[in-house]
């Protein structure tokens, strides 16, 4: 069980007030806070260590050095079997772009992508854009508008020899449904399919495990996972080594190198590992000498089990209010099925509007669309403004929970 009092006192985020009451932080699905670890990481590269690849000096070396732990540390995150695997770049949707450019070499006029409206459109657009220079066709996997949850005996029926790339999510960043991957993956595979994951909304609230997914690529965002601004992309070994990538002619050629562009941000790849060990961190009864591996799985249990709490609390609690609609799963026996990302709507009140008044109170919350344009488009919310997003994470708390509901019932 995660110690919240010790863990808070981690957040330095968490020390500000307005108004003479605490900050509450539910923007987390656009951002996370990051721990002093984190912090300190990212200055301690800054002032020590700051250099660029390759050198025969002392601060090149001690830079390379963390950039090769930190590779295996995002491997240990994702399960990757190697740190080769694993590639870091500016945000998610860079690295879609970059690996959607690569993979155009691979397809041919007629061939089909499948995306989904359920999905950011980070893993939408590289794909529509890729099918209009290729000649490629590209089919959408449509929703349950009721529970918000993916309709995957759509996309089982959408694939045929022609598909060629699936992409779809881990979990919704708009009302926080998790896809069966797993599922999606094998349909895929059998079709002679590769599949594109967005882990991004997936990262900070459950432990990835990419080989067991069996999926061909994954991304996430360290800067949702309590890290700094830096996208990391997993990619199969023998799939990284075979596409063509749109780089530099003296840079690596080989993977990791090979699509990572450009001098890295090198104190965001520091303050990521230290993010991932930050996470390793929270779990109990870890036997002494447990691989980091071990300890991250570990620690995201502890975390996953505090967040279901909270996520409960904070479902049960809308379900009181008159007049707001829980869009997405919002049944607290499925729970399994959803990250802790709630969105609504209130009658008479927009989701600006519930934001500002919300704001007002100390409580950060995200409202719109949040580049869910598919989903807010199939579920008629464009014109209305969106959505109102509650997004818990691991330091958020009961009373920050009853605080958000006590303003609401305000409304």
């Known amino acids: 069980m995660l110690n919240i009092d010790l863990i808070r006192a981690q957040f330095p985020a968490l020390l500000q007030s307005e108004s003479g009451r605490p900050v509450v932080f539910f ?18 590269y800054l002032s020590a260590d700051n250099a660029n690849h390759g050198g025969a000096f002392a601060t090149s070396q001690r830079s390379d050095a963390m950039l090769a732990d930190a590779h295996v540390a995002m491997a240990d995150f994702l399960g990757a079997a190697s740190p080769r695997e694993v590639a870091f770049g500016a945000n998610m949707t860079s690295l879609t772009f970059s690996v959607s450019r690569a993979l155009g070499r691979w397809l041919s006029p007629g061939d089909e992508i499948l995306v989904t409206n359920l999905d950011h459109d980070a893993n939408v657009a590289p794909w529509l854009l890729l099918a209009e220079d290729r ?19 759509s996309l089982s029926s959408q694939l045929s020899s022609r598909t060629r790339i699936v992409a779809v999510g881990y979990a919704s960043n708009a009302v926080g449904t998790v896809n069966d991957v797993r599922r999606i993956v094998e349909l895929a595979r059998e079709a002679g399919a590769l599949t594109f994951i967005d882990a991004v909304q997936y ?14 690529f994954l991304t996430c965002s360290a800067y949702k996972f309590f890290g700094p601004h830096v996208g990391a992309l997993y990619g199969r070994l023998e799939l990284l080594e075979r596409l063509t990538a749109y780089k530099v ?55 996953e089990e505090h967040e279901r709490r909270l996520c409960q609390q904070l479902l049960e609690g809308l379900a009181r209010i008159p007049g707001l609609r829980v869009w997405g799963i ?11 990302t709630v969105s609504f709507t209130m009658d008479r009140h927009s ?40 997004g818990l994470a691991h330091y958020n708390t009961t009373d920050e929970v009853d605080r958000l509901l006590s303003e609401l019932g305000r409304l």
């Open 135 to 153: 000649g490629a066709v590209v089919r959408r996997v449509d929703i349950h508008p009721d529970d918000c949850t993916l309709d995957v005996e």
């Open 27 to 44: 923007d987390n699905p656009g951002g996370t806070q990051c721990p002093r670890v984190v912090i300190e990481a990212v200055s301690h």
């Open 330 to 340: 919002a049944d607290p026996a499925r729970l399994d099925e959803r990250v802790p």
């Open 351 to 390: 989701p600006r509007e519930i934001a500002e008044q919300l704001a007002r109170a100390g409580i950060f919350v995200w409202s719109g669309h949040f580049y869910a344009l598919s989903l807010m488009t199939r579920l008629g919310l464009e014109p209305s403004g969106g959505l109102l997003r509650v």
């Open 203 to 216: 990262a900070p609230h459950a432990a990835i495990d990419v080989q067991a997914l069996g999926c061909d």
């Open 249 to 303: 002619r003296p840079a690596g050629d080989q993977p990791p190198d090979k699509f990572e562009t450009g001098t890295l941000n090198h104190e965001g790849i520091a303050g990521t590992r230290a993010a991932i060990e930050y996470l390793a961190g929270l779990g109990d009864e870890v036997p002494d000498g447990a691989s980091r591996r071990a300890r991250i799985l570990a620690g995201m249990h502890a975390l």
